[in-house]
């Protein structure tokens, strides 16, 4: 047993090199000729492509970092609009594979492979965090808008995930396929945005401005939109299952083929401007007909006067919430305490 691993060991110190590096070292009086270098030329070849590959990486990594200060440095400038799009395609940016010393061969990999992997979460964030930053200059007036020189915000399939944008100024701004997912965007300002597949799932929308906003397919699931004036906004197909529309003023807004389902509704205002001669019957009825367009109507969460000829499956609005027959959990979920214990007390 002991005479085979002495075998073994000796013909491991031959294979790997040891026996040419120790015979280079100390030569002897009778140099050997014919040793193995198979494997010294194998760790020469990987570190040689890792330090090749490394630089390839750290050009790429430079011109991105060049790229991102530069664009952050224009945000001051009068090409203020067109930097925005320019940073949301660099979130978007990828980067060869960072190569590892003690992988064999992988800078090979990095510098033949065409699969790059997108930059990481922190990086993006810091994208994100930069436009956040100059959220009260996103937007345009309509002087600026109807100016030939002037080109509102394009912030089209940005990642903004849990930005803060509160009190934000994004009239006018294109922020279709954008990613706010868990987004503050309370009594932010998106009159006339361009917000087609955005998602705000989970999104606090609170007093927020929507007067002609165009929400073809946006997902605006779970968010809160108490007290959002959506005036005029087209909302055909958008998903707000489970958003909290308490307060919300939908007047001329279009639910056609909307996904309602858990909606919470109350003091909603459906219908736009109607004369004073109008009966308390007629309101109904209009706006019943705004609400039956939508999918999953029968399924939203609302007062008893809009019931529009379904099972009500919520109990009496305002009444039963004073009354305490809805629990607390609830309560706090779907409706603003605050706003409404202040304005339905008594």
Known sequence: MRQQIKCLSCFVYEQIGLAYIFGKACPHKTPRKGYPTLVIWLVSLSFISYGIATQFYESRLDRFEHRRVLLSAMLTTDAISQSFPELVTLQKYKLPHEPRWYMPFEGIYTLTSENKKPLSEKTVRKIATTIVNFKHKLGCSEDEWRNEKWKCVNLSGA????????????????????????????????????????????????????????????????????????????????????????????????????????????????????????????????????????????????????????????????????????????????????????????
């Open 159 to 346: 990642d903004l995930i849990g930005a803060d944008l509160t009190f934000a100024d994004l009239r006018r701004v294109k922020l279709v396929e954008a990613n706010l997912k868990g987004a503050k965007l309370e009594k932010a300002d998106l009159r006339y945005s361009d917000l087609k597949n955005i998602n705000l799932e989970g999104s606090n929308l609170k007093d927020t401005k929507l007067q002609y906003a165009e929400l073809h397919y946006a997902n605006l699931s779970g968010t809160n939109l108490t007290r959002a004036k959506f005036n005029n906004s087209d909302l055909i197909h958008a998903d707000l299952s489970g958003a909290n529309l308490g307060g919300s003023n939908l007047e001329g807004a279009d639910l056609a083929w909307d996904n309602l389902e858990g909606v919470f509704f109350i003091d909603n205002n459906f219908i736009e401007s109607h004369p004073e001669d109008t009966t308390e019957k007629n309101v109904k009825e209009m706006a019943c007909r705004e609400l039956k367009k939508a999918k999953n109507w029968e399924k939203s969460l609302r007062c008893h006067e809009l019931s529009c000829g379904a099972t009500m499956v919520t109990p009496q609005c305002i009444t039963d919430i004073q009354k305490n027959r809805v629990s607390q959990e609830v309560f706090n979920h779907i409706l603003d305490v605050d706003f409404y214990k202040s304005s339905y007390s008594g």
